[in-house]
Every structure is written in structure tokens, then in C-alpha cells.
């Protein structure tokens, strides 16, 4: 082919003064073309990117080259040792070829050769020892071969050598300390080193470091100071190593845009520089024995922690900033369609995995897996969706959803799953290679290779999709056996620096997965099919809530630096995002006729959108990150639980430093307004009426508690969180106090939240939060509902305190219809009175007398009798209970004084 364009159809292009010879990204095949050594003046030859086969003939030996590129070819053979004898070259490059045996000695005979590219190809043996005349080399990369032997001592005859690069390259550690003569390095990249570890070596001298990469060398001892002095550097990977120590302070190398200390034994805190970095800093510390107390209150996407801390149970891998959701219910089967969107097979649905990874980023991508990424792609521009790779032609193989998407990843990458029953399960792996290409083009001269381990045992090692598959753009799954004891269950790719980097594009390399099938080997136990229906519906809700978690942490991290109105364009309803535009445009720019309330954290706004939808705005008023984790935390529970008695949440708005949360609009506003409001606003409540809001509120409580996989103590039931829409249906609103029922025992809260005359008197005195917190508060608000009285505000005289104080020496008494509501008139007495009787069952003072929402529900709906009230010698006493009841100020201070004026009587 070359040959072809040579004598006939470029004859008159190459004319025999031709001096240089580019052509690149042809994909011309055949063999090179002796004919080239014929022209006298040529200097240089560049094929990079072709398909070109055979060896460099002879004929080129006498050639005056100075630049040889033959990148991304199929040459094979031996490399010629006559390539010895073109003693002008300055630049030679083969890489990406399938040049077999050892580094010709000749080539020592090189003296002006200033680079020398070796790399992915299948070279063996051991460096030659001319390779020591090579005095003027300033780039050496020989990474991806099969050579042998220690990496050789020649650093004292490469002084000039400003790039080293032999990752993958078969040679063993530990690295000669004579490396560190290389005083004029500014890039060092060297990987997977077999063989015994070192120390850190010596790289004191080399100030000028930009890219720095000593990743699987086996080092171990602390992370050398020196680094600090590297005040160029931009990357250091020192992943995988048995690195002990702190983290040495960094914080002066103001170009160290990535880091990844990944799969280390550092110990001590995460210094406050890392954490104090702002996100364009991507930094990556999974996988090490960090001080758990140590981890950052806020999260980053772009700071990985996952499993960074010793001594940290199974459910907190991430840390507390990138916790997952407990468990509340066993899985018993995973299908994640990798890198795509969710798909149904058969009857086995595959969750979607679409969330863009990132260089450092750990993604919780539902309650009970997520992904951990680590590692940036090297010599290309980073860029997000090179995470993520595409088919580029139809694939014909069956079930072909799940291979037109596929995951990849730099470095490692660990599916991550938890509340998988204990016991065998079956793990399956669905690869296709549907990058590269098999065509006569150099699409198809890519060579993946990488690793996979389950549950941190090697399952595949030096893997090649194309080979096992025979062929590209077809399917090859593989199955293991994994054994799951402590409910979690890690799948981990790691791509150990073999293969090739740069066909067809530079930054093409790395673990590719295209699904993921994990199947118990035990049938479950037999109740749990409901149950995996409602955790399916859960997962593709809580999906929605991480998309939006993972929007708003970028937001509100980097939002500033990109273009809002760019990115939010086309966004709305559907998708959960609102620009800030839209919002003021609905709400009249939050005009103050538009205000409907004052919420939470905020006011609360009514808007219309273009397309005539009706919202209610809340505008949260905390700037500071507390607010944006409460903020944050409302959003995603609330987006993750639909059930008709709560208050559904269309999406969020980040605008600077304010937060928009939109929510459905209710009509007829709160309970509280229907019931005690201002005359114009107070509704009639017939019976029927108040019967279907207390049935209502029960269920979206019983919900919260016992149905959802979440399971959410609310902590502030009352009459203004619950809301009225067009047809009086209660729905619970405000999410942004419930906060997820933590480890199975420790019901101890640190900060009591809830509202004085509604709170629990165990949580209110001891902050002891239990579900039956919520039950109490629900008994207050169903009192409430029958005698249309605020409870706080209820005082018929001086011996009673509130109106449930009344209701329960009413009771004694057997009066209680004298409480009912007197609009009602008398024909409903009977069910009141019942109702009533269930409000004081809730309204407890003991908690374990309490019944669950579930039964209070049976009870509302005259499935189950009415307990008789049985009242306790409560543990906290009849006045500890009424000061909670009724005290306007700090509960907890007050509740201490009191508590200690007991003990000392
Ligand atoms: C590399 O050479 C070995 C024999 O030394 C051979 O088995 C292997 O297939 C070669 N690899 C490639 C990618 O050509
Ligand atoms: C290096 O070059 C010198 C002459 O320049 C030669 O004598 C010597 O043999 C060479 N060394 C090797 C190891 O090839
Ligand atoms: C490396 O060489 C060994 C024999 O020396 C061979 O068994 C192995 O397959 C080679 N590896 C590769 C990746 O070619
Ligand atoms: C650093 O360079 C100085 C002067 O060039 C030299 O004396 C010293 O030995 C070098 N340090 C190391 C660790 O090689
Ligand atoms: C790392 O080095 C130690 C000795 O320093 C050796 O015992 C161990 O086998 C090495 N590990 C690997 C993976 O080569
Ligand atoms: C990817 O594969 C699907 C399924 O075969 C096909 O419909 C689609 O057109 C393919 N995409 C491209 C870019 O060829
Ligand atoms: C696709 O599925 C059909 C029917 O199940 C089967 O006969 C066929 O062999 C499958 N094709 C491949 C490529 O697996
Ligand atoms: C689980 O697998 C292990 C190892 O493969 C085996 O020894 C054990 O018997 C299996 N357990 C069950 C319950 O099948």
C-alpha cells in the first residue's frame, strides 16, 4: 500500500528531495516500503496510527533519520539490530506493536538518541548494558513488556533524562537508589513492579516533578517530605503500596490537581489541607487506615473515601460523609447494567448505572450499592465521560441492553454491595470490547488487559475481553463463586498497567464491564418476594435521589465555575432540576403575596409554571453547611418516599449559596391552618373528614416506619407538617429533621429536634429517639383532630397543663365525650370517643405502652379493638412528663436540672 503510494499515484508528491514523511492515521497497510531509503535528505518518518505489518526493512539502515515513528502498527519480529547503524536518530518510537525478543545491544550505538519509546510491545529478556551510551536520552518509556530481571542501575548515564516511564514492564523492584541522580526529571512513572518492596526511594533532588507516578512498587515506610518540594508537581499517584504514616503536608503545591494515595496503611487524620481544598482538586484516599473521628463533616465528589478508615463496620465503608442507607431488609440478588440505564431481561431487572464516575469519586448509587472510582486517565485531558464508553456499532448479540454501555476506569474501580443475605452467591460477569474495532484499521490494534477481583481474591488476571470473546462487539460472561459473610460483597477491576495506552486514541486502557449479576445460591425466605418488589420501586426512587445528591454536591461545589444557565438549560419537571429563573418567574420573584408559609428552614412560596403546574417554593434560609446537609438530606428522603400521604417533591433549584426545594402545591395548606387558623382560613372538618386525616397521617407514618426500606423516624410530627391537598388528603411534609434511624442500638440522639406540646417526653428529656416518638406526636395531633383544639393552647383552668393532660383525667373519669368537638354534633360520638382512646394509647408516657403506626392504623380502621388504656408508673414521673409537655424553653438544660435535683434528694 505504501508502496503503491510511493511509485504511482504520489510520484510527484515525493520527490526525491522530500525531507519529511507524515502520514499519520491512514490506516495504511501492507509492509514499509524499502523504497524510502532511497530518498537522500529524508529526516524524518512518522506513520503513527496505521496498520502496517512486517518488520523495518534493511534498506533503512543507511538512512540519515533523525525522527522515526512507527506508534500504533502491527510490526512484529525481532527489533533489527541494524537500526543500530542509524546513529543520527534522536527520536525513536515503536510503540504499540508486536515486536517480540530482547533490546538489540546495537542499539547502544544510538548516542544522539534524546527518546526512546519501547513500550506495549512483547519485548523480553534484559535491558542491554549499552543502553548506558545512550548519554543524551531524555524520555525512556518501556512499559507494557516482558522483560526480566531488576530494573537496571544505568541512572547514572541517563543524568539527562526529564521523563522515565516502566509501568507494566515485567522488570522487577526495588527501584536502584542511584535514581535519585536524575535531578532533571519532571515526569516518573513507574508501576507494578514484581518482586521484593523498598522504601520511598530518594527523589529529594528532583524540584522540577510535574507528574510523579509510583503505583504497585511495593513501597512501604512513610510518604517521604521531599514531595513537598516538588512545587510543579500536578500529579502523584502512590496507590497500592503499603505506605504507613500521616499524610505529609502538601498544602504549598498549589498545581497538585490529583492525587491518589489509593490502597495505602496511612494512618492518623485526614489533614485539614485535604479537606479544606476546594473540588478541583481531585483526591483519592479509599482503601487505608485513617482515624475514622478524622473524616470531613461536609462530603466532595471529588474526594474519595471509600473504606479509608481502620476499624470502621461493614455499613459505613464510606465513612460518615459518604454513608449508604442501612439495611432494613436482606437482598438476595444484584443486576447492574454497567455504565447504562436500567433494563428489564426475562424477569430480571437490571438497575441503571449511569451516574458519570470520576478520578476520585465514591457514588452510593442506591440504599444498598454504589461505586468507588479512583484514577484519572493519563496523558489526555481528563474528562468525565471517558468513564463511560459507548458501542460504536450495532451489536448483535442477545440481550444487547446491557452491552451498549459499559464502565471503565483508569485504575480501580470497586462495585460495591451491601445487605446481601450472608451465605454462597453466584457473581457473573458480562463483558464486550466495543471500543476497539477488528477491522484492517489501527481501531483494531488496541490490547486490554486487567484484573478482577471478588471480594478481594484474584479472580481474573491479565484478562483480554476481544480473546475470551473471540472477537469484538461480542458477549463473554464469566461466573464466580463468592462467598458473602459480613453482608457485603466488593467486585474490584484493576487495571495493572498492561496492554496498550494509545490505539486507537491516546488514554484508551482499563478495566471495561458491561453488567454485573450477583444471585444467591440459597432460595430466600419466603415473605421476601413483596419485599423485593418494594425495595425494586425503592432503589429506581432513591436512583432518582442520588442523581440529584450528586448534581447538588457538584453544584454547590463547583457550580460556581461553570456557566448555571448552560447547564440548567432544558431542565425541568421531569428531570428534578429547576433553574433559578424558572423559580423567580413562578413565584413572581417570591412576591410576597405569593408566600404561603413559613416552613422549617424557610418561607415557602406558591408558583406556577409555564406549563400551568402549581408548586409550592420552599426557600431555605441557612447559608451554612449545616443548612445544605439538612437541605440535602430532606431532598433525597423525600424524593426517594412516595406514598399518597406524603407530600410529594418535584426537584430542587441551587442558586449560589440559596437552596429551592419543590414540592407538589396543596391546596387547602396545613392541618394546623384548617384547624385552628385565622377564621377566613379555618375549614369545617366534618367527620368523615377528620376520620380519613387521621387514617391518612397513620399510614404515611406506619409507611415511614415499617415499609419503607429507609425506615424514618419524622421526629416533628404535628398539625403544620402535615398538609391538605384539593381533597383535604393529609400529607406529611417537612423531612428535613428526620434523620435515619442509625445503628440497630443506639437510639441516643445528639441534638433533640421537635416541637414543644408534640415531643415525645423521652425525646424531649433524654433524647432518646425510637419510632414510638412519632407515635406520641401522632396521638397529640389525632387529639387534636377530634376536639379541634390546639393542645398547647387548651387550658380550661388551672389544674389542667394542655389539652392531652385534660383528655387523660377525662378518661379516669369515663367523660371523654365531653372533649369531642362540638360541631360534630352528637351522632359520631361513639367513634370519636374511640379515636380518642387511641390517641391517648399513643400518647403514652411509656414509650414500649405505645402501640406501632401499623397497629394504630388497624385500630383507626376498626380492624382491631382498642386496648384499654393502661397508665404507667412512668419512668420519668407525671411532673418530668408535663414540664416537657408544656415548658417553652430548652427542654434537654431543663430536663438536666431537674434530673439532677432528683438525684440529689
Ligand atoms: C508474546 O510472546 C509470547 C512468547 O514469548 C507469546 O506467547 C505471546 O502470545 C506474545 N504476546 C503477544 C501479545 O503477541
Ligand atoms: C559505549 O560506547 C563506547 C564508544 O563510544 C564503546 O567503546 C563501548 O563499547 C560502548 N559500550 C557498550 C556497552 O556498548
Ligand atoms: C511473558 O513471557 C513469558 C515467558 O517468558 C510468557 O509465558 C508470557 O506469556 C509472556 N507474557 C506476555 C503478556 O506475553
Ligand atoms: C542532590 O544533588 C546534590 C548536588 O547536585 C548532591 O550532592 C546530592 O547528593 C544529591 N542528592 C541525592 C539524594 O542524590
Ligand atoms: C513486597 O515486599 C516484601 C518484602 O519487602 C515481600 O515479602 C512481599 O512478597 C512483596 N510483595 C509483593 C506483592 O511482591
Ligand atoms: C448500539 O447498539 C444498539 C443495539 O444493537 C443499536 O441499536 C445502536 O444503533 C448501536 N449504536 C451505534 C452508535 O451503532
Ligand atoms: C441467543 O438466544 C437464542 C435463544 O435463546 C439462542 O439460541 C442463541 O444461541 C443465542 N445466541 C447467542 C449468540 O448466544
Ligand atoms: C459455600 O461455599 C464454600 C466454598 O465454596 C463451601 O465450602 C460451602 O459448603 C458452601 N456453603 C453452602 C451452604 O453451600
Redesign the pocket.
Given at each position: 500500500m505504501v508502496n503503491l503510494l510511493l511509485s504511482q499515484r504520489n510520484v510527484g508528491f515525493f520527490h526525491l528531495l522530500f525531507i519529511h514523511i507524515f502520514l499519520k492515521g491512514q490506516d495504511l497497510d501492507g509492509v514499509l516500503p524499502p523504497s524510502l531509503a532511497k530518498l537522500p535528505y529524508l529526516k524524518t518518518i512518522d506513520l503513527t496510527r496505521n496498520y502496517l505489518t512486517g518488520t523495518i526493512p534493511p534498506e533503512w539502515a543507511s538512512t540519515r533519520l533523525k525522527f522515526l515513528s512507527i506508534t500504533v502498527n502491527k510490526l512484529s519480529g525481532p527489533i533489527p539490530s541494524y537500526l543500530g547503524n542509524i546513529t543520527t536518530l534522536v527520536y525513536m518510537s515503536i510503540e504499540n506493536n508486536l515486536f517480540s525478543g530482547i533490546v538489540p545491544?546495537e542499539l547502544?550505538?544510538l548516542?544522539n538518541l534524546e527518546n526512546l519509546i519501547l513500550g506495549a510491545n512483547n519485548l523480553t529478556g534484559e535491558l542491554?548494558?549499552?543502553l548506558?551510551?545512550l548519554t543524551k536520552l531524555m524520555e525512556l518509556r518501556i512499559s507494557s513488556n516482558n522483560f526480566t530481571g531488576r530494573i537496571p542501575d544505568f541512572f547514572q548515564s541517563w543524568k539527562q533524562l526529564q521523563k522515565l516511564e516502566i509501568q507494566a514492564s515485567g522488570l522487577e523492584g526495588p527501584i536502584p537508589s542511584s535514581i535519585s541522580v536524575l535531578s532533571s526529571l519532571t515526569e516518573l512513572r513507574i508501576s507494578d513492579l514484581l518482586g521484593e518492596g523498598s522504601e520511598f526511594p530518594s527523589l529529594s533532588n528532583m524540584t522540577g516533578m510535574k507528574r510523579l507516578m509510583l503505583r504497585s512498587c511495593n513501597l512501604s515506610g512513610p510518604i517521604p517530605a521531599f514531595i513537598s518540594e516538588m512545587t510543579q508537581l500536578q500529579i502523584l499517584d502512590l496507590s497500592f503500596n503499603r505506605l504507613e504514616g500521616k499524610v505529609p503536608d502538601f498544602e504549598g503545591l498549589a498545581y497538585l490537581q490529583n492525587m491518589f494515595l489509593t490502597s495505602n496503611l496511612l494512618t492518623g487524620p485526614i489533614p485539614d489541607w485535604i479537606k479544606s481544598r476546594d473540588s478541583s482538586y481531585q483526591i483519592d484516599l479509599s482503601y487505608s487506615n485513617f482515624s475514622e473521628s478524622s473524616a470531613p463533616p461536609t462530603c466532595r465528589e471529588t474526594l474519595n473515601l471509600f473504606d479509608s478508615f481502620s476499624g470502621q463496620d461493614n455499613l459505613t465503608l464510606g465513612g460518615e460523609c459518604l454513608r449508604t442507607y442501612p439495611c432494613s431488609k436482606d437482598r438476595y440478588s444484584l443486576h447492574i447494567n454497567c455504565g447504562g440505564s436500567a433494563t428489564t431481561i426475562g424477569n430480571i431487572e437490571y438497575e441503571g448505572d449511569q451516574n458519570q464516575a470520576g478520578p476520585a469519586k465514591f457514588v452510593p448509587n442506591t440504599a444498598s450499592w454504589g461505586f468507588s472510582s479512583s484514577g484519572n486517565f493519563w496523558d489526555v485531558n481528563s474528562n468525565s465521560d471517558q468513564y463511560i464508553a459507548n458501542n460504536v456499532s450495532i451489536l448483535r448479540m442477545n440481550n444487547s441492553e446491557l452491552f451498549t454501555s459499559a464502565r471503565l476506569s483508569p485504575l480501580s474501580l470497586t462495585y460495591y454491595a451491601q445487605c446481601l443475605a450472608n451465605g454462597n452467591y453466584t457473581v457473573k460477569l458480562y463483558f464486550a470490547e466495543i471500543v476497539f474495532r477488528d477491522n484492517k484499521s489501527f481501531y483494531s490494534l488496541g490490547r486490554r488487559m486487567f484484573d478482577v477481583y471478588i471480594q478481594e481474591k484474584l479472580e481474573l488476571k491479565d484478562f483480554d475481553i476481544e480473546n475470551a470473546a473471540q472477537g469484538v462487539d461480542k458477549a463473554v460472561v464469566r461466573e464466580f463463586k463468592a462467598i458473602v459473610s459480613n453482608k457485603v460483597l466488593q467486585i474490584r477491576f484493576h487495571w495493572a498497567g498492561k496492554g496498550t495506552t494509545a490505539a486507537p486514541e491516546r488514554g484508551t486502557y482499563g478495566p471495561l464491564i458491561s453488567a454485573i449479576s450477583v444471585e444467591s445460591d440459597f432460595s430466600p425466605p419466603n415473605d421476601d418476594k413483596k419485599i423485593f418488589i418494594i425495595v425494586g420501586a425503592v432503589v429506581s426512587a432513591i436512583l432518582v435521589i442520588f442523581m440529584i445528591l450528586g448534581f447538588l454536591m457538584w453544584k454547590i461545589y463547583i457550580g460556581g465555575r461553570i456557566s448555571r444557565e448552560k447547564e440548567l438549560r432544558g431542565l425541568d419537571l421531569q428531570t428534578g432540576f429547576f433553574t433559578y429563573r424558572q423559580i423567580k418567574a413562578a413565584t413572581d420573584n417570591f412576591d410576597a403575596a405569593n408566600k404561603i408559609g413559613e416552613g422549617g428552614f424557610g418561607s415557602v412560596y406558591k408558583g406556577i409554571l409555564l406549563d400551568g403546574t402549581i408548586i409550592a417554593v420552599k426557600k431555605l434560609s441557612s447559608k451554612s453547611n449545616q443548612g445544605n446537609r439538612e437541605f440535602v438530606n430532606e431532598i433525597g428522603m423525600i424524593s426517594a418516599l412516595q406514598h399518597p400521604n406524603l407530600v410529594r417533591l418535584y426537584g430542587c433549584c441551587v442558586e449560589g449559596n440559596q437552596l429551592f426545594l419543590v414540592y407538589e402545591y396543596m391546596e387547602n395548606n396545613s392541618l394546623a391552618r384548617a384547624l385552628f387558623g385565622p377564621d377566613e382560613y379555618r375549614l369545617e372538618l366534618d367527620w368523615a373528614t377528620r376520620q380519613k386525616i387521621c387514617i391518612g397521617i397513620a399510614r404515611g407514618l406506619a409507611f415511614l416506619h415499617e415499609e419503607s426500606t429507609l425506615r424514618i423516624v419524622h421526629r416533628d410530627i404535628k398539625t403544620t407538617s402535615v398538609l391538605l391537598d384539593t381533597d383535604l388528603n393529609p400529607k406529611i411534609s417537612d423531612f428535613g429533621l428526620a434523620k435515619l434511624d442509625e445503628e440497630e442500638n443506639t437510639h441516643i440522639s445528639t441534638r433533640v429536634a421537635g416541637t414543644i406540646g408534640y415531643m415525645a417526653p423521652e425525646y424531649a428529656l433524654w433524647g432518646y429517639l425510637t419510632y414510638k416518638a412519632d407515635v406520641y406526636s401522632f396521638g397529640v395531633v389525632a387529639l387534636e383532630i377530634v376536639v379541634g383544639k390546639n393542645n398547647m393552647k387548651y387550658r380550661p383552668n388551672e389544674n389542667y397543663v394542655c389539652l392531652l393532660d385534660s383528655a387523660f383525667v377525662l378518661n379516669q373519669k369515663g367523660n371523654l365525650m365531653e372533649l369531642v368537638d362540638s360541631k360534630l354534633g352528637s351522632k359520631f360520638n361513639e367513634e370519636a370517643v374511640r379515636m380518642i382512646k387511641v390517641a391517648l394509647l399513643c400518647a403514652n408516657s411509656s414509650p414500649a405502652l405505645r402501640p406501632t403506626m401499623s397497629a394504630v392504623v388497624n385500630m383507626l380502621e376498626g380492624r382491631t379493638v382498642v386496648h384499654e388504656l393502661i397508665t404507667d408508673p412512668s419512668i420519668y414521673g407525671e411532673e418530668l412528663r408535663f414540664k416537657a409537655l408544656t415548658h417553652p424553653f430548652d427542654m434537654v438544660n431543663e430536663a438536666d436540672s431537674l434530673i439532677q435535683s432528683l438525684d440529689s434528694t
Open positions: 545491544p547502544g550505538s548516542v542491554p548494558k549499552s548506558t551510551n
